[in-house]
């Protein structure tokens, strides 16, 4: 995910917004080009208000205010609006998070590890409001180790080592665990990553092009594991 928000720089291959090819754009041109990022560990600025972490993924508003739609989606947040980022639990943060990758309103969201270090219910309530925010038309590119958030998922993609391994069309959490089990499991965890895509076409070889917006195949929802 890092070196699609282009944090890492693509060791080959290509990334395209729909026609508009990113590979080798800065960060905040692949963001304005609407893909968004929400990182492992929330990454949120504990010194400002809930209000002003949000702003900061608006590149600009004539009143400096947030976006009318990100209200109504976090309207937990809208409440909470001035209180500082580092006074809010883990899932409260998560959510500033992932209303700051929406506030420039992306084609693409991708978020890393949402559901780490939070506790089964908070984690639950993340991938509902991820999933919610599909339905509304995000497309969502999700990385994480949990098998219950990837049965939120169509399809299943594992990665081992940056080599893809297998795949599972509407998986549920028991087959991806299995899965997981087959290809390896070293000290309780398992090695590889996976991957899981909802709505995706047929996986694409290593060495193909990344593509995302209009001109790729419509991934809905997806988690990387």
Same mark, same amino acid.
């Given at each position: 995910?890092?070196?699609?928000?282009?944090?890492?720089?693509?060791?080959?291959?290509?990334?395209a917004?729909?026609?508009?090819?990113?590979?080798?754009?800065?960060?905040?041109?692949?963001?304005?080009?609407?893909?968004g990022?929400?990182?492992?560990?929330?990454?949120?600025?504990?010194?400002?208000?809930?209000e002003?972490?949000?702003?900061?993924?608006?590149?600009?508003?004539?009143?400096?205010?947030?976006?009318?739609?990100?209200?109504?989606?976090f309207p937990?947040?809208?409440?909470?609006?001035?209180?500082?980022?580092?006074?809010?639990?883990?899932?409260?943060?998560?959510r500033?998070?992932?209303?700051?990758?929406?506030?420039?309103? $992306?084609?693409? !969201?991708?978020?890393?590890? #949402? @559901?780490?270090?939070? /506790?089964?219910?908070?984690?639950?309530?993340?991938?509902? *409001?991820?999933?919610?925010?599909?339905?509304?038309?995000?497309?969502?590119?999700?990385?994480?180790h949990?098998?219950?958030?990837?049965?939120?998922?169509?399809?299943?993609?594992?990665?081992?080592?940056?080599?893809?391994?297998?795949?599972?069309?509407?998986?549920?959490?028991?087959?991806?665990?299995?899965?997981?089990?087959?290809?390896?499991?070293?000290?309780?965890?398992?090695?590889?990553?996976?991957?899981?895509?909802?709505?995706a $076409?047929?996986? !694409?070889?290593?060495?193909? #092009? @990344?593509?995302?917006? /209009?001109?790729?195949?419509?991934?809905?929802?997806?988690? *990387?594991?």
């Amino acid at each position: 995910l890092k070196a699609v928000i282009g944090i890492l720089k693509a060791r080959g291959g290509s990334v395209a917004v729909g026609t508009e090819d990113v590979t080798r754009k800065p960060s905040f041109e692949r963001v304005a080009a609407g893909i968004g990022y929400v990182p492992q560990g929330r990454m949120i600025f504990p010194y400002l208000t809930v209000e002003e972490n949000i702003l900061t993924g608006v590149e600009s508003t004539d009143d400096n205010t947030i976006p009318k739609y990100i209200n109504e989606t976090f309207p937990v947040l809208r409440d909470m609006r001035r209180r500082k980022g580092g006074n809010l639990s883990g899932g409260q943060q998560q959510r500033v998070a992932i209303a700051r990758a929406l506030a420039g309103s $992306p084609r693409l !969201l991708l978020a890393d590890e #949402p @559901t780490g270090n939070l /506790d089964s219910l908070m984690a639950r309530q993340v991938l509902d *409001l991820l999933e919610s925010i599909n339905e509304n038309g995000t497309t969502i590119v999700m990385v994480t180790h949990d098998p219950r958030g990837a049965a939120y998922a169509d399809r299943v993609v594992f990665l081992a080592d940056g080599a893809l391994v297998g795949e599972i069309l509407e998986p549920t959490a028991d087959s991806v665990l299995e899965r997981m089990k087959e290809i390896g499991v070293a000290g309780g965890k398992p090695t590889p990553h996976l991957s899981i895509v909802e709505k995706a $076409p047929p996986p !694409l070889p290593s060495s193909s #092009p @990344t593509e995302t917006g /209009d001109n790729a195949p419509r991934a809905d929802r997806a988690l *990387l594991l």
